[in-house]
């Protein structure tokens, strides 16, 4: 049983298909594997009934000749995908009992490609977060322990519960959401990979909106063919979104060639920041290596407002928040306080009790930016440097194909170490944010240890919708890491 | 910029959150520390330039002016917390 979750996701698939496993078994090992990982607590909700209903579909379907690509692979979706008649709340108190009616165009495509449904994976509220100690449903852990060490780390966020998940061998992939990091830095911080796909290639329909010029669906795996294949399965254009863009959706497995002979890599100077950890300059040393050795060429770049992206992201993204979350008023779904009186306290004591501390900061400082007098000097002001932070990106990639940096700034920290001090969490954004703020698509790779054994990821950034770019030549790292570190919690061990 | 209580029960107002008046203070030392932070923005400068719309340099798709959902009122009011007569229930706005 334990062999089927120590599977790739591609590998499993081949094995389906080769009539070697059913989706069923395949299914039941992960079944089993989740119950293996509640200390984790990694799922919001376990959905092992559904599961197994739909990996016995599965097998039907195969048995009928009509399989999709992802014909009975077992994931786990990040609580922020509405999931119709499977309860969704975005690890948020104001969410309480929520069941949509519908299902999200994301996962219904990987419903359409033949993937099963384990759980509903943890997260930071509403995804605001950098370890998913924000959620009502309380932290996830981080799979990987210090050496020598057995204090409890955070897995990154917000998608953390995604990464824990696929990290321990309880899912063979899961879906994340990433706005400002949040599917690369828990990626980074439990060794396994993440992809934000360019904005605009995945449909927000069915997400729980956070920020919605910059959040981006994609898939967290622990290869990065697995990543190339479920992306596919997961893009498209979708009517429901109209900034979802109408292009085809490449076969990315097939962009994995290998080959990157001749590639400009571009090298930015401005994410070498101060106090940054040795290991990780280090690390960052050794990807230049490895992409020099198989025979591309690593190009020094400027990209000069680096440094101003990660402000304009807190004032950008509190804003969009803010308008976002108006709609948890507890008159149409959710929780509602049993307090009120009138219908304006209805509004402040439903949402005073429904929000945690981190949201109700990001509805705040999206308010007060976004109010009379200071629209201008916060709001236009940040969405001015935004347009220079694309436009910082536009002119690396005359010269350059694709860009090589670290992911995050440290590894993993422990559960409660930041806390209490938001600005020093919000810094664990600072390498995931620019791409963000510029759409564009971008991939964490495991790439080696810390100094106490913890995972730390190397990050590509490509052009707009050019994955195919960035995929390979992630391809290209993950062979000359040769990441095969396990981490001390193993689901079912 | 320095952020007081009295701003801090202004623009919680503004957002109809209920703060309270024992976190006031807290989040008003945290929200000056936000926003004293993301000042370093006024470093650079960005006279002439547009503030960015769409990320994705695309015009938004148009469609026909026509219905193309509808008749879903129970599934709408589902999730409600009251719903009476396929209406949802607040209180009394007008006496």
């Known amino acids: 049983m334990t062999e089927l979750t120590d599977l790739t996701l591609t590998a499993a698939r081949d094995r389906i298909a080769r009539g070697e496993v059913s989706a069923q078994e395949l ?67 104001i969410l309480d009992g929520f069941t949509p009616p519908y299902e999200s165009t994301v996962t219904a495509n990987l419903w359409k490609a033949g993937a099963v449904m384990l759980g509903k994976a943890n997260m930071d509220e509403f995804a605001m977060g950098s370890s998913n100690e924000n959620s009502h449903y309380g932290a996830a852990r981080n799979p990987w322990q210090r050496r020598g060490d057995n204090k409890p780390l955070v897995p990154g966020g917000s998608s953390g519960g995604s990464a824990s998940a696929v990290a321990a061998r309880a899912a063979l992939g899961a879906t994340g959401t990433d706005t400002g990091g949040s599917i690369r830095q828990p990626a980074s911080f439990c060794g396994i990979v993440g992809m934000k796909p360019t904005y605009g290639r995945c449909s927000r329909f069915g997400i729980v909106a956070f920020a919605s010029s910059l959040d981006q669906a994609g ?52 994410y070498s920041v101060e106090g940054m950890p040795e290991e990780i300059g280090r690390l960052w040393q050794q990807g230049v290596d490895w992409i020099k050795a198989a025979g591309a060429e690593p190009v020094e770049v400027s990209l000069p407002r680096t440094a101003y992206a990660l402000p304009a992201y807190y004032i950008i993204a509190p804003a969009e928040a803010s308008a976002n979350l108006a709609r948890y008023d507890g008159v149409r779904f959710g929780h509602r306080s049993a307090e009120a009186r009138d219908l304006q306290e209805l509004y402040e004591q439903t949402r005073g009790e429904g929000f945690g501390t981190e949201v109700k900061r990001r509805v705040l400082i999206g308010t007060y930016v976004l109010s009379a ?45 930041l806390v209490d001090d938001p600005l020093s969490m919000y810094l664990n954004d600072v390498f995931t944010v620019p791409a963000s703020l510029a759409g564009l698509p971008s991939i964490s790779v495991p790439a080696g240890l810390s100094d106490t054994g913890l995972p730390m990821g190397l990050q590509l950034i490509g052009r707009a919708f050019d994955e195919e770019t960035v995929l390979r030549t992630a391809g290209v790292m993950e062979d000359a890491a040769g990441f095969d570190h396990r981490p001390a919690f193993i689901a079912g061990r | 910029m320095a952020v007081d209580p009295e701003t801090v029960r202004h623009v919680a107002r503004l957002a109809r959150v209920r703060i309270e008046p024992e976190q006031q203070q807290s989040l008003a030392t945290e929200l000056s520390n936000i926003l004293g932070w993301v000042d370093q923005l006024n470093e650079l400068d960005t006279e002439g330039v547009a503030p960015m719309t769409s990320v994705a ?39």
């Open chain 1, 27 to 93: 299914t039941e090992a992960h079944v089993r594997a989740v119950e293996g990982a509640r200390d984790l607590n990694a799922f919001i909700a376990e959905t092992s009934e559904l599961a197994m209903d739909m990996a016995k579909a599965s097998d039907d379907r195969r048995a009928r000749g009509e399989a999709g690509p992802l014909e009975g692979v077992p994931l786990a979706i990040k609580d922020l995908f509405c999931t119709k008649g499977v309860q969704s709340t975005a690890a948020s108190h």
């Open chain 1, 219 to 270: 898939p967290m795996t622990r290869t990065v063919r697995d990543a190339a294949v479920m992306l596919r399965a997961m893009a498209g254009h979708d009517p429901n979104d109209s900034t979802s863009v109408d292009t085809p959706v490449p076969d990315f497995e097939a962009a994995l060639t290998g080959d990157i002979r001749g590639l400009r890599v571009g090298i930015p100077a401005e």
């Open chain 1, 373 to 417: 007098g200071y629209y201008d000097a916060y709001y236009n002001k940040a969405r001015k440097v935004r347009t220079l932070i694309a436009e910082d990106f536009r002119n690396a990639f005359e010269s350059v194909d694709v860009l090589l940096a670290p992911t995050t700034p440290s590894a993993a920290f422990g559960v409660g170490e």
């Open chain 2, 57 to 95: 340099q695309m015009r938004l798709k148009m469609r026909k002016d026509e219905v193309t959902d509808g008749n879903r009122r129970e599934d709408i009011l589902a999730n409600a917390p009251e719903a009476k007569h396929g209406f949802f229930v607040v209180p009394r706005v007008v006496d």
